[in-house]
């Protein structure tokens, strides 16, 4: 079982910064991939980065650039960093965890937290 806790949304301003931050605790040893999507209201929920176990990462076109997703394998945790925010960024972004034991592949979702980007 993984357990993901998201913290560091919040109110900021256009061109502020962000970092969020994605702890997991459980089965993390079986963790294959964790990324960060994100869904604003009335929108379907979208990819914004993820990070594979080798070491490669995606960025949704709208925020590369700006966003970098990394980790610390120490404390089983993935950051979000978010820079130059905009307020088109506003929306409940959600960490996401892939754990893989042989054919088992379980997903599993953090609990959300809003970002709101003001103008």
């Known amino acids: 079982q993984v357990q993901l806790v998201e913290s560091g949304g919040g109110l900021v301003q256009a061109g502020g910064s962000l970092r969020l931050s994605c702890a997991a605790s459980?089965?993390?040893?079986?963790?294959?991939?964790m990324g960060w999507y994100r869904q604003a209201p009335g929108k379907q929920r979208e990819l914004v980065a993820t990070f594979s176990s080798g070491g490669s990462t995606n960025y949704a076109d709208s925020v590369k650039g700006r966003f970098t997703i990394s980790r610390d394998n120490a404390k089983n945790t993935v950051y979000l960093q978010m820079n130059s925010l905009k307020p088109e960024d506003t929306a409940v972004y959600y960490c996401?965890?892939?754990?893989?034991?042989?054919?088992?592949?379980?997903?599993?979702w953090g609990q959300g937290t809003q970002v709101t980007v003001s103008s």
């Open positions: 996401n965890a892939v754990t893989r034991n042989s054919a088992r592949v379980d997903v599993y």
């Open positions: 459980g089965s993390t040893f079986s963790m294959n991939a």
